[in-house]
């Protein structure tokens, strides 16, 4: 029901959530919907009109895909629930994990005919990695070929968590009118040009099939929770409130999955849907309390607005209003001109402004509390991932993970007298998103800016030439690669001694190099008797750090392996940690040029869908670009291939396969590693 937000909300009637889900499957259009339903926005937004409110940026409109993750707030049945719409292309996937590093809960979106798309999975395990707890929406139930039941299958088999449907389905594809609810045995209808549902009595042809899915449902239940199972064993039955209660904690517990359904475009199963975030998904004292570090100690501070400060900024953005932070408040209470302070930069920090976020508008704060999802103006320092907390109680609270930048291009400013703007312009980019990066490469002196895929570094590039007018040169992309130890080396000695006048330098270290199962560095000390002093093992380790920026095969990163220092002698005068960290550093260096070593290139999982006429040119493309098909399978008309292809190869794809497929043809990738590249490996 409509509700307006009220000035106070308690804790336990807040829910952060997220949605989540592969590109076009509909996650736009549920947080439109969700906005209309609850009286947020009176006009229904809709992505291929440009019009909606969290796709506010010109090349989200554009594109027609969401880039940006976006906030928004609405109330439902006295709750208030603070929404963020994320991205669903790979390209965009750092969005997503520092969006779920502060949520409490999320809506996992499904195509009803695509069933768990390769970004889906993606996106449901980065939520694995922070235990956000989610339920399941499986939207366009109103196309040909959705099924509710093969999307269910898909949900269970590749992403392995116990789904619990709880409606049933009143009609298929374009005939699709309404749900049945399975725990008050009651059905939805929604007619056309009606916004809200018409409850009436179960359907006379689908009772049956109902009351068959209610006893799964039961069951399916009864198996996870012990209290719904003692209640099924006394009489053979769950009740509609022992079912809710059960639901709601298995989907806590991250246990069980609740699955919804309906058609979000058509604004079929959003009231529902509204009604099972607020029964189901936690609230912010709900979750457990957040822990961080100090001064080597660990603390926690739960969701109580009475304890010190403490809060996660996620996002920045620079605006014609000024540079906004994004917060998520773990505890107590910040209101404007208060002062905070930043762990991370070490200085204070002056709150300006508090703003409730609107998508690109904003209300006005006095205060903020625990649980709530705000913006500020007025800080300087503070970056994505940074903690800020009261000056008198420091903590610094766990940030998001970066990926590492995949693809990179060397940009220039077309005309000199821009170099400057692009330079800044550049500089506030990789502050507004982490997994860009920008350096200068030191043979060619050009500036290369590095991110995620084609699509990530084409839009900062555009966001470059929107905001400031400077016009920009950009080369062919580049992807990062890697290198790795394949054969070490044992016992590899470097002595480091220098004596130019004065204090000398003396460093003597006995390095093992082996390969690492695995991505990663790792490193560890096994010298006896005090040889080398733990302070300079220390040094080692730093200096063996430094070493990893070159590889001996093309001055790429190390990776994949485990250096071991097993033995080294110090000087009573000249041994210093500076002298150990050179040694460490140039030992490394030569050790890896004795060992034998491999060129890593990125590679993807690449799910082409295209007519059945065209599969085979698409796999003989497919092989031209070293592709390893890992699965194919058909539907009427069309079929769907799965193949592992070097990123390298995938530059200018997208073109091809429209060529090839008549424009019908579509493909998605993500990254799943490293493989070794063909050619590149260096033997001593």
Excluded at 178 to 185: A, E, K, P
Aim: proline residues 5%.
């Amino acid at each position: 029901m409509r509700t307006e937000l009220p000035l106070t909300t308690p804790l336990s009637a807040v829910r952060n959530l997220g949605i989540l889900a592969h590109v076009d499957a509909g996650k736009t259009t549920v947080t439109e919907r969700f906005l209309y339903l609850t009286g947020s926005t009176h006009k229904r937004g809709e992505v291929h009109d440009g019009t909606t409110v969290t796709d506010f940026d010109p090349q989200e409109r554009d594109r027609g895909i969401t880039i940006f993750a976006a906030a928004v707030t609405c109330a439902w049945d006295g709750h208030r629930i603070n929404l963020i719409d994320t991205p669903g292309h790979v390209d965009f996937a750092d969005e997503v994990e520092r969006s779920l590093r502060v949520l409490d809960g999320a809506i996992a979106v499904f195509d009803a005919v695509a069933g768990v798309e390769p970004q889906s999975e993606s996106v449901w395990r980065q939520a694995d990695r922070y235990g956000v707890p989610r339920i399941a929406f499986v939207n366009k139930l109103d196309r040909t070929g959705a099924d509710l039941d093969t999307a269910v299958a898909s949900i269970r088999e590749r992403l392995h968590p116990a789904p619990l449907v709880v409606q049933l389905p009143i009609g298929t594809e374009a005939g699709f009118t309404g749900v049945v609810d399975l725990l008050r045995m009651r059905a939805l209808m929604w007619s056309d040009g009606s916004d809200t549902a018409e409850e009436l009595p179960v359907p006379e042809g689908l009772l049956e099939e109902a009351r068959r899915r209610r006893r799964l449902l039961e069951e399916a239940v009864a198996e996870l929770h012990p209290g719904a199972l003692e209640e099924f064993y006394d009489g053979s039955a769950l009740s509609a409130e022992t079912l809710r209660t059960a639901l709601r904690d298995l989907t806590r517990t991250g246990e069980g999955v609740v699955v919804l359904c309906g058609s979000a475009y058509r604004n079929r199963g959003i009231e529902p849907l509204l009604d099972a975030v607020v029964a189901y998904l936690p609230a912010p004292s709900d979750v457990p309390a957040v822990r961080g570090t100090y001064d080597g100690g660990e603390q926690e501070r739960a969701a109580d607005p009475r304890l010190p400060f403490a809060a996660l900024a996620f996002k920045v953005s620079a605006t014609a209003t000024g540079r906004l932070t994004y917060l998520r408040i773990y505890s107590g209470t910040i209101e404007k001109g208060d002062t905070v302070w930043d762990p991370g930069a070490r200085r204070t920090e002056r709150i300006g402004r508090i703003l409730r976020v609107q998508a690109d508008r904003h209300e006005r704060l006095d205060r903020a509390v625990a649980g709530d999802i705000v913006a500020v103006i007025g800080l300087k320092s503070a970056r994505a991932g940074s903690t800020l907390c009261a000056p008198d109680a420091p903590l610094v609270l766990e940030p998001p993970t970066v990926a590492d930048p995949v693809v990179s291009v060397a940009v220039e400013a077309r005309r000199s007298t821009d170099a400057d703007r692009l330079t800044s312009a550049l500089a506030r980019l990789a502050e507004e998103d982490p997994s860009l990066t920008v350096r200068t490469d030191g043979e060619t002196g050009q500036t290369v800016l590095s991110g995620m895929g084609e699509l990530h570094l084409e839009v900062a590039v555009e966001k470059i030439r929107q905001a400031t007018g400077v016009e920009v040169n950009v080369g062919r992309p580049r992807v990062a690669y890697r290198e790795t130890v394949v054969r070490g080396v044992s016992g590899m000695v470097f002595r480091h001694v220098k004596q130019d006048g004065g204090a000398g330098q003396f460093a003597h270290v006995v390095l093992d190099v082996e390969p690492l199962d695995g991505p990663g560095f790792e490193f560890r000390s096994a010298v006896v008797g005090g040889r080398v002093p733990q302070e300079y093992v220390r040094s080692v380790e730093a200096g063996c750090r430094d070493a990893l920026t070159e590889g001996p095969i093309g001055g790429f990163p190390v990776t994949g392996l485990r250096v071991t220092l097993t033995d080294g002698a110090t000087h009573v005068k000249d041994s210093s940690e500076q002298a150990f960290r050179t040694a460490g550093r140039l030992g490394l260096r030569e050790a890896l040029r004795a060992c034998t070593t491999v060129l890593l290139e990125p590679v993807v999982e690449v799910t082409v869908t295209v007519p059945e006429d065209a599969v085979g040119g698409v796999l003989g493309d497919l092989a031209a670009r070293r592709g390893r098909v890992t699965g194919s399978t058909a539907r009427t008309g069309s079929a769907t291939v799965t193949a592992t292809v070097p990123l390298a190869e995938l530059f200018g794809y997208a073109t091809r396969l429209r060529s090839r497929t008549q424009g019908r043809g579509t493909f998605t990738a993500r990254p799943t590693g490293y493989a070794p590249a063909p050619g590149a490996v260096t033997v001593r």
